[in-house]
């Protein structure tokens, strides 16, 4: 309950101190089109047919694993239109106000509870290159990752979103990065074909330099106590 006490406390201070954002629409999406999500220059919001657990975990910044919560977040999918302040330049920056937008809009409610489950955690990283810059990206699919100027927490977060198992990161690496790797999800692909790309660990340690094993540790899983399926009107 103390857990629940300062998340929720969290979201008043937030929109207090003028974490919110200036405007905002949601409309539901029922087209099937690719989900997009991304920060717009002037601090605008866009997310097109993405679901409600997608924006959960952006809000939160976790990864998808780690969000517990009815079945059906995954598939209520949204567009959100929103305008925040003129620093608002990437989707890390908003968290805070789309936090406070999903209680407002959607009365969510949660909590984080620490529970022992088995990760697989990355570490050392001796073939990481930093990044020369320039504008945040991420593109992900099933066997496949491309990204520029990111960070070993969007790495991670990426991987457990795409493959449904938590990675956690203790590379020690704290700066930024670029990735182009693509990866084999099917054992038979792994056989079949002599141009068939490795698995995604034997790809992270190859291309990256980075230790990777499966480990059983204390991680935090956000709970989400309530929510509404449809939003409030606009």
């Known amino acids: 309950m103390k857990a629940k006490a300062v998340l929720l406390f969290g979201i008043s201070i937030a929109v207090a101190a003028g974490q919110s954002f200036e405007v905002a629409a949601i409309h539901p999406n029922v087209s099937g089109e690719t989900p997009l999500m991304h920060a717009l220059p002037g ?21 998808i694993p780690q969000i517990s919560g009815p079945d059906w977040m995954a598939s209520a999918k949204f567009d959100v239109s929103a305008k925040g302040a003129p620093e608002d330049i990437s989707l890390a920056v908003m968290a805070p106000k789309i936090k406070a937008l999903l209680a407002d809009r959607f009365g969510l409610v949660a909590h984080e509870e620490s529970v022992t489950e088995s990760v697989i955690v990355l570490s050392n ?9 320039g504008d945040a990206v991420l593109h992900m699919s099933k066997t496949s990752m491309a990204g520029k100027n990111i960070a070993m927490g969007e790495l991670c977060r990426g991987l457990s979103d795409v493959t449904g198992q938590l990675y956690v990161d203790e590379s020690g690496f704290a700066g930024r990065f670029d990735i182009a790797i693509r990866w084999s999800v099917n054992p038979d692909e792994l056989t079949g074909a002599a141009n068939a790309p490795p698995s995604l660990n034997t790809v992270l340690h190859e291309k990256l330099g980075l230790k990777v094993e499966s480990r059983k540790m ?17």
């Not at 993405?50 to 976790?62: D, F, G, N, W």
């Not at 990283?125 to 810059?133: H, L, Q, R, Y």
């Open 43 to 63: 601090g605008l919001l866009s997310a097109t047919n993405e679901s409600l657990l997608t924006i959960i975990r952006v809000a939160y910044r976790v990864g």
């Open 218 to 234: 204390p991680v935090t899983k956000l709970v989400v106590d309530r929510v509404n399926r449809n939003p409030t009107e606009n």
């Open 125 to 133: 990283g001796t073939g990481i290159v930093p990044s020369a810059g």
